[in-house]
């Protein structure tokens, strides 16, 4: 059985990955004017957040999850530094769906841009924790018994 701390993991990096499909507006007014394709960044990354996320719960692949969550988290942090350094705000436009506002963002949008940053930190530390503390040898065991 998984630590609680990985359940949580899992639980949080697969719920966010769900939320790339359930609200892509969102996610993909985070992604940068730069990038090419803001909807294949959003459905890629969604969907990796969700493999991985769940594969953390399996002891086979936990420590390959747990590295590949730190990659992505590593993969993404550019569009954080972005938004910071261009006081991007992300808000609902006329229709509801969320935009992408360069320049606008001020007070607690600004302060969140740059919270956000260090923030990654904890969530890379976290998944350093459960790829080290995650046993290799788990699940991969192949039985000599003819019995079994």
Do not use: C, Y
């Not at 701390?5 to 359930?22: C, E, I, K, N």
């Not at 935009?99 to 007070?107: E, F, L, Q």
Request: hydrophobic content about 45%; aromatic content about 8%.
């Amino acid at each position: 059985m998984a630590r609680r701390s990985t359940l949580a993991a899992a639980a949080f990096f697969t719920g966010a990955g769900t939320m790339h499909f359930v609200r892509p507006d969102f996610f993909e007014s985070v992604v940068p004017d730069w990038f090419p394709d803001k909807k294949l960044a959003n459905l890629g990354s969604g969907a990796v957040e969700v493999v991985l996320g769940v594969g953390l719960l399996s002891p086979r692949t936990r420590k390959l999850s747990a590295l590949g969550l730190i990659a992505l988290l590593i993969g993404v942090f550019p569009a954080n530094v972005d938004s910071a350094l261009n006081d991007v705000q992300i808000k609902p436009g006329d229709d509801g769906r969320m935009t992408r506002s360069v320049g606008t963002a001020a007070g607690p949008a600004r302060i969140a841009n740059w919270v956000r940053l260090p923030l990654q930190l904890p969530l890379i530390w976290w998944m350093w924790r459960v790829a080290k503390t995650a046993d290799p040898r788990s699940g991969s065991k192949v039985s000599n018994d003819s019995t079994a």
